[in-house]
């Protein structure tokens, strides 16, 4: 159910045609796993708290620094040196105080993938790295959990869903093997 201050922040959300508060609540009853919150995981991660899903788990072991900061718009200039994930959560709090933030201080491995993905409804990899790519697109198929895939590059950007659950491909569809150490940019 949905308190009357979720009524006032979400209006615009449940008058539209076709959402409702149904739908809301389904968002509020929600979980996503943001893995990265640098420059795809920082906007992904502010759309979907003030969205209202109700639980956001972020990984992350950076620090911030000004290099990130034209990009990676969830942090500032006086947090220079701190924690992302720290910042991060500070600042998603701030925006929708009605949702769980989760904080994950390590590295999304191989070793660890599973137990993670497993504890959220959708991933979403904003990651920079192909180990990191394949552990999680892995562990979603194994988990039967939708992975939403981003990736930048100088001007150019890529971005799909991958849910072989429903009958879709899955990102070893698209790039079976990881590239050679050195033979594509992060």
């Known amino acids: 159910m949905l308190s009357p201050e979720e009524h006032k922040r ?32 920082s906007p992904a991660a502010l759309y979907l708290a003030a969205a209202g899903v109700g639980r956001i788990g972020l990984v992350d072991t950076d620090t911030i620094s000004s290099s990130n900061l034209q990009r990676q718009i969830l942090f500032s200039e006086d947090q220079v040196g701190q924690s992302k994930l720290d910042c991060a959560a500070a600042r998603l709090r701030s925006i929708n105080p009605h949702i769980e933030i989760i904080t994950h201080h390590t590295r999304f491995t191989a070793e660890n993938a599973l137990e993670l993905v497993s504890q959220y409804d959708v991933i979403v990899d904003g990651s920079d790295n192909f180990p990191t790519r394949f552990a999680s697109a892995d562990a979603c198929v194994l988990a039967k959990k939708p992975n939403i895939y981003g990736s930048i590059f100088r001007f150019e950007g890529q971005m799909s869903v991958f849910a072989p659950h429903l009958g879709g491909p899955c990102y070893r569809c698209m790039l079976a093997e990881p590239p050679p150490e050195g033979a594509a940019p992060t």
């Open 10 to 41: 979400y209006k615009r959300h449940t008058m539209l045609a076709g959402f409702g508060e149904h739908a809301q609540l389904r968002l509020k009853s929600g979980s996503v796993l943001c893995i990265g919150v640098g420059g795809l995981g």
